[in-house]
């Protein structure tokens, strides 16, 4: 565990009216680098709440003023977002259970006897937590004519970021390659917002999506009875980018006559509409795009060399969702929340099941698959928590999967897959009796059920 990405230290309530418990969780703290409160009873929690903006609280069930439970509802009706652990008995399992359903995002039993069990629920909390306010300050930076990058932490995100922020003002061509879905659209709308061109235009044109003859016209434009069809004289987005930002997405699926075309645009910096005469000259800056390595396609005579060099003055290059999997959960996130504003849903939050399944999952269509995956889970959801059975379509490759040798996943995530895997077999063999498989297995019946829980097996 450890600070936000904002190096905004993270801060903990752990309300427990037991000294004994206390003394237990504030050991499991120690030395960690969130700042951690503690709270005896339900006066003192509502102080502390009052007067600090959690990222994560802790609340026992059964406090000498009140119920956890009710407290936790109180403080979440003022803070909608606010992420909380309830602890509870095992007599009191099924409330904690209702709580999860109405958006607590998990619960533990005590008494503890698996404190990496409690480390590892408390980092999926905080990551839903950081989650949370990165969307909402993306939001802000809308809302105040700011402009957000690519959503996410993770290292190659940031460094992506600080590139853009880096290239975008010194209004130089730009060629952006990546895997389909992975955001180079938005690269390229980010390189604009932030650059000196701004104000003007921002025009995108998809070469592979049009014929030759469309993508011709589209981007030169034509004079009147230039063609069949051609009934007006119709300037192109070479003309209309004028000081603003051309950009041209999938540009190695343009023809070799238009590759031929646009290399003289830019090296004489004029062009003629289709079917006239008259010269004209257009200030635009060009981003392009595309899902190939160019360098190959160069290789393979399938375009041209000295067109390369000239749209490739400085390349960005987007990573695939599955090398940034931190970035998996802010992204879902975001997309909840769109999605959620769209269709007029009240769908969430992410379960930690649910979490497990998006950050294991290979995301083979990146970022756009995400995306389509949490519209389609909001807009069939009737509101309340995602579990992992709302993410049926990805759950079996997830579990069906066996990790690659040569792509190691962290220790963590190796250790959910094994006990996922586990307690599956475990509870086949036991014929699906909790008793029995807490025999076989040696793990306490109590902690067998917060396990089957995590992973939607009970």
């Known amino acids: 565990m450890a600070h936000s990405e904002t190096g905004v230290v993270q801060k903990l309530l752990i309300v427990d009216d037991d000294k004994h418990m206390r003394i237990l969780l504030e050991g499991v703290f120690r030395g960690k680098p969130q700042q951690t409160q503690f709270a005896s009873d339900a006066a003192e929690a509502r102080r502390l709440f009052a007067a600090t903006d959690f990222n994560l609280i802790i609340m026992d069930q059964r406090l000498p003023d009140g119920n956890g439970l009710d407290l936790l509802r109180e403080m979440r009706a003022e803070r909608p977002q606010q992420v909380a652990i309830l602890i509870t008995g095992y007599a009191d399992v099924r409330d904690a259970v209702r709580a999860v359903r109405e958006g607590l995002f998990d619960y533990l039993t005590k008494p503890f006897e698996d404190l990496e069990a409690l480390e590892a629920v408390v980092e999926k909390a905080l990551e839903l937590d950081g989650a949370y306010r990165e969307i909402n300050n993306l939001k802000l930076s809308m809302e105040s004519g700011g402009v957000p990058v690519h959503i996410g932490h993770s290292p190659v995100s940031l460094a992506l970021q600080n590139q853009i922020r880096q290239l975008a003002p010194l209004d130089v061509t730009i060629l952006i390659e990546g895997e389909s879905g992975t955001g180079k659209e ?38 009147k009875g230039a063609f069949t069809g051609a009934v007006r004289t119709t300037s192109g987005y070479l003309e209309e980018a004028n000081g603003g930002t051309l950009f041209l997405d999938e540009i190695a699926d343009m023809s070799p006559k238009l590759q031929s075309s646009l290399l003289r645009v830019l090296q004489e910096h004029t062009f003629s509409r289709l079917g006239g005469t008259q010269t004209l000259s257009s200030d635009f800056r060009l981003v392009c795009a595309t899902n190939r ?166």
């Open 186 to 223: 938005l690269a390229a709308k980010s390189i604009h917002a932030n650059s000196q061109r701004t104000r003007r235009r921002f025009l995108e044109v998809n070469c592979g999506a049009l014929s030759e003859q469309l993508l011709e016209s589209t981007l030169f434009g034509y004079e």
């Open 293 to 458: 390595r160019l360098a190959g396609e160069v290789k393979t005579g399938n375009f041209r060399e000295d067109l390369f060099y000239r749209i490739n003055v400085v390349s960005l290059e987007i990573p695939p969702l599955r090398n940034r999997s931190e970035d998996i959960v802010p992204l879902a996130v975001h997309f909840l929340d769109h999605f959620n504003g769209k269709f007029d849903k009240s769908a969430g939050p992410l379960t930690p099941e649910a979490i497990y399944l998006l950050e294991n999952f290979s995301w083979p269509g990146n970022v756009r698959q995400l995306q389509n995956t949490i519209e389609r889970v909001v807009a069939l959801h009737s509101g309340g928590p995602i579990s992992s059975l709302d993410l049926d379509d990805i759950a079996q490759d997830v579990s069906g999967g066996v990790p690659d040798e040569q792509a190691l996943l962290s220790y963590q995530k190796e250790r959910a897959v094994f006990e996922r895997e586990y307690l599956t077999r475990l509870l086949q063999q036991a014929q699906g009796n909790v008793s029995e498989a807490a025999r076989l297995s040696g793990i306490p019946r109590q902690n067998l059920y917060v396990r089957m829980k995590r992973w939607d097996l009970s």
